[in-house]
């Protein structure tokens, strides 16, 4: 494992000779570096080395780092409680984890009252396991639906989904590409407040697998930073 720079280097290398493989710009999928556990000075090393986007896990970590990381777009990519939003709504720039209306009701209540517009993610969970969070693909266009209907300071700008963990990314193919699919329906769905344009799937694990089956957005933490240490909140 190299450093932090050229392990960013190794993956933007990798997301572009995918992307080309099966005839998409690189640009067109964007790197966000998940920084659960990580210190501020290593969240700063990533960021000079080009990382616009970090995504974290825990409101508590974004409150912890937030003055401490140079500035950056930051992404809740973690389950979000709604008696939480009120900590991150002034900081964020996208939250992937939308999986209730409640919670979507809550945000947009927060952001509301700041005055702005919410870009959020609907969290789908394809293959139903119950170790995760977000809704059936069944549910996915009537939550959509709701949210529009209900929450006028959120905009929705697409879908994230976390597969299921293969030793061969090969064996979740068919998860990604459900979720892409979803993706396409409902991005054809015109509403001044749907304006699709991320497709989060992918970590470290299985990115190449799901950028190959369209994904726009890829959640990598430890092919960047190494094995994480979680004895320490910032470790």
Not at 123 to 152: D, H, P
Request: with cysteine; hydrophobic share 40%; glycine share 6%.
């Amino acid at each position: 494992m190299g450093n932090i720079k050229e392990n960013i280097a190794d993956i933007n290398e990798q997301k572009a000779n995918i992307a080309k493989k099966v005839g998409r710009n690189p640009e067109d999928v964007l790197l966000v570096a998940v920084t659960k556990t990580r210190t501020a000075e290593a969240i700063n090393e990533a960021i000079d080395a080009g990382i616009t986007d970090i995504g974290e896990n825990k409101v508590q970590e974004i409150q912890d780092k937030y003055d401490m990381v140079k500035p950056v777009h930051w992404h809740m990519i973690g389950h979000l409680q709604t008696n939480k939003v009120k900590y991150i709504i002034d900081k964020v720039s996208l939250i992937h984890s939308v999986d209730s209306l409640h919670l979507a009701e809550e945000i947009d209540r927060r952001a509301e009252a700041i005055g702005r517009t919410m870009d959020i993610l609907i969290q789908v969970n394809a293959a139903m396991e119950e170790s995760k969070f977000g809704i059936s693909t069944e549910e996915t266009g009537r939550m959509i639906e709701a949210v529009l209907s209900n929450c006028k300071n959120i905009r929705v700008r697409g879908l994230m989904s976390i597969a299921p963990y293969a030793e061969d990314p090969e064996d979740i193919r068919g998860y990604f590409r459900e979720v892409k699919e979803l993706y396409e329906k409902y991005a054809a769905f015109k509403h001044e407040r749907s304006d699709f344009k991320y497709l989060s799937m992918g970590m470290s694990n299985d990115f190449e697998v799901a950028i190959e089956e369209g994904s726009s957005l890829i959640r990598v933490g430890t092919a960047i930073f190494g094995e994480r240490n979680y004895h320490s909140i910032n470790g």
